[in-house]
């Protein structure tokens, strides 16, 4: 299978994904050996906004291999944005290098620049559109770490009506046997359109849910987006972790502000920085995948 | 013919040009074969102006000889501004890399720091000055494009009173046989320094020899220059291009704003992104010569 | 020995500096032939505050030895700054890099991130704090010039109250035999934990001192801090250099702004260049250290 551009997690489906998994994991076998598959490839790390954690992993991944990183973080200052369409600063970047990896902020970039480019474009995430390869690194770590995805159940925590990250998660886990648990504040819901109804399940506590939770995602709320109620933040607590299952995993796109206490960061069911170090095999995986 | 600095297309004769279009073919032919001449050299990516283009043609030109490069696209929020002259900055760059790759806003800042650096100054811009490695991919494109260089009519159209770009393209071109048309607004005329009497020739429309030309070079012309009359705006229609040689080459340095409309992308005459490629080749032919 | 982190001069002994000075003589030796003790190695070079100068010398020194280096100078700009906390992007960092150089403006910055991260951090300066690579360079250059550390007569001039490089030095030197003058301003004195009452001497003019002096390491005076005495400003002449011995050596950490005149770069004796390029040879022999 020749996957040219990675635009969506539309795209994914199980057998690419199977793919990726067993790449990933031979990767992460080797880690600390030099693996050379990518010399004299180049990447250009196109980011319209800035994401150091993003930029930093594919820089990572695209060294780690034995290519070559050519980051251009600072467009808005630049002479690129200087009334240049995006669809031109990608032709030029594609005369120099052999992948584009494009962060900007308006949804539908990817597929602009994709239109356009003769190389393979990465979208590292277009507004509140599509961040496929983060969808892919959180697939990759709860197979990692709960051993399988079929009959999992699953809760999401926090602000699940303007993140992408979960978005595109949700869609991911659609391909498997996956039951949903959605902790939110009412103003934050998860859209209608992630959410199947009679299926999967809605609240505003975790206390209801967090007993019963194979795999909990946490991520940031906003608190001037919603009116808290009470004592309830969404916060993760210690009194959380007694009551949940020991193989429990925990995760958290990062940054996290202070929505798990660092206390927790020992507790081996804190999965969030392994979560992370998955980004940089499953992110290598890929680019061999599209370059290879 | 050792070339220890880049300054100004000036330095540039006949033979060496020649050398350098037999290199960057071999190069071009070479494209996507990795090619290590430079392994364990560094470059410094020296720019007191942000120019993505430019900067990332050198980077992925360094790179795909095996070498690194040192970015330095930041300095004027840097350490290095604050107070330090030019020289010591580039005295200091010089202890760490083996060429220096420098953009900076006065003209002549090239020359004094080739006049204290220990290794290779390439001059990628100072100021209204010299830009001389656009020049040479221009030249080479030409090359390319019509096969020679001598017996052609080039015109060039846009602003061509403030453009280095122009200026350094006609130096170069005055080695071989080449007949001018310049066409611009009066206010923006080439500067008569670069006008042959009775020679060049000076137009205000491009439709009056659009029919003779070889090579149509564009620039850009900003509005606020000069005095539109009526609605000569110094962009290209597709009615220039139809009454055009069909072995006409359409060239502009890039980024264009409105002077070359999207849809002449797709027409075979339209070499910018072709010309904008050929920059990498001809400066990693450059550096190969600099550094080998 | 085994040094897991770089983080201040104190953990330096004299053992540990002649393996340090052996292993950079070594490099100095094979300047220019590639040394590859480090491919597949990522390290990352975390700025908070912008230092061109020292993270061009980290990352010269990574390249050389064949390592790569994913450069974040723009902290500040990024969203890793949005209230994440120090620790978890070092966190971060360490999961896609193999060691961490850290520049901070807080002290303490660099021992707070090596409590946590499991890679090496090598300190680059936190706040008014340590820079003991810069230490490290130093006192080498000492070595190279003089031949010798033991019965060396050192003379510090400038701000000697606020300056981390003088002071680093200072505790370094004493594991020697060394002769201390500190000429400062009276507002800007060495602070009196690094005065041996007795054995160093202080003065408010060169004048008093030069002829005796092995070594003169010359410092930045800002000149708001404190009140000129008549024509005392702190800057080295071409008279001092008259009476001074013809082996002296003359160091400055650079960027200068007027403490020497740009006449005296030719005297054989200013050796603020090779000062600067024993930086690079120091911290390629750090990074062997620390990673091989």
């Given at each position: 299978?020749?996957?040219?551009?990675?635009?969506?997690?539309?795209?994914?489906?199980?057998?690419?994904l199977?793919e990726?998994?067993?790449?990933?994991?031979?990767?992460r076998?080797?880690?600390?050996?030099?693996?050379?598959?990518?010399?004299?490839?180049?990447?250009?790390?196109?980011?319209?906004?800035?994401?150091?954690?993003?930029?930093?992993?594919?820089?990572?991944?695209?060294?780690?291999?034995?290519?070559?990183?050519?980051?251009?973080?600072?467009?808005?200052?630049?002479?690129?944005?200087?009334?240049?369409?995006?669809?031109?600063?990608?032709?030029?970047?594609?005369?120099?290098?052999?992948?584009?990896?494009?962060?900007?902020?308006?949804?539908?970039?990817?597929?602009?620049?994709?239109?356009?480019?003769?190389?393979?474009?990465?979208?590292?995430?277009d507004?509140i559109g599509?961040?496929?390869?983060?969808?892919?690194?959180?697939?990759?770590?709860i197979?990692?770490?709960?051993?399988?995805?079929?009959?999992?159940?699953?809760?999401?925590?926090?602000?699940?009506?303007?993140?992408?990250?979960?978005?595109?998660l949700?869609k991911?886990?659609?391909?498997?046997?996956?039951?949903?648990n959605?902790?939110s504040?009412?103003?934050?819901?998860?859209?209608?359109e992630y959410?199947?109804?009679?299926?999967?399940?809605?609240?505003?506590?975790?206390?209801?849910?967090?007993?019963?939770?194979?795999?909990?995602?946490?991520t940031?709320?906003?608190?001037e987006?919603?009116?808290?109620?009470g004592?309830?933040?969404?916060?993760?607590?210690?009194?959380?972790?007694?009551?949940?299952?020991?193989?429990?995993?925990?995760?958290?796109?990062?940054?996290?502000?202070?929505?798990?206490?660092?206390?927790?960061?020992?507790?081996?069911?804190?999965?969030?920085?392994?979560?992370?170090?998955?980004?940089?095999?499953?992110?290598?995986?890929?680019?061999?995948?599209?370059?290879?």
């Amino acid at each position: 299978m020749r996957l040219s551009h990675v635009l969506s997690v539309d795209q994914f489906d199980k057998p690419f994904l199977t793919e990726m998994f067993y790449q990933a994991g031979w990767i992460r076998q080797a880690a600390g050996h030099s693996i050379v598959h990518l010399r004299g490839k180049l990447l250009a790390n196109l980011f319209y906004e800035p994401s150091t954690r993003t930029s930093s992993s594919f820089y990572s991944a695209m060294s780690r291999l034995g290519g070559t990183v050519l980051p251009i973080n600072d467009v808005t200052f630049s002479s690129v944005s200087k009334g240049e369409i995006l669809e031109d600063t990608v032709r030029t970047l594609a005369c120099y290098s052999d992948v584009i990896v494009l962060r900007h902020p308006e949804v539908g970039a990817a597929a602009r620049a994709a239109a356009c480019s003769p190389v393979p474009i990465i979208n590292a995430g277009d507004g509140i559109g599509e961040h496929p390869t983060q969808a892919l690194l959180d697939l990759y770590t709860i197979q990692v770490e709960q051993g399988r995805l079929d009959g999992l159940t699953l809760t999401m925590m926090g602000d699940l009506k303007h993140g992408r990250t979960v978005h595109s998660l949700v869609k991911l886990l659609r391909l498997y046997d996956v039951s949903f648990n959605f902790v939110s504040p009412v103003e934050l819901r998860m859209p209608a359109e992630y959410v199947r109804p009679g299926i999967d399940r809605e609240f505003t506590e975790l206390e209801a849910v967090i007993e019963q939770t194979d795999v909990l995602y946490v991520t940031r709320v906003q608190k001037e987006r919603f009116n808290p109620v009470g004592d309830v933040d969404y916060a993760l607590t210690t009194e959380h972790m007694t009551i949940a299952k020991p193989s429990m995993t925990l995760m958290h796109p990062l940054p996290r502000v202070n929505e798990i206490p660092l206390a927790l960061d020992a507790d081996p069911r804190a999965a969030y920085f392994r979560q992370m170090r998955n980004g940089l095999f499953v992110r290598m995986a890929l680019l061999m995948h599209v370059l290879g």
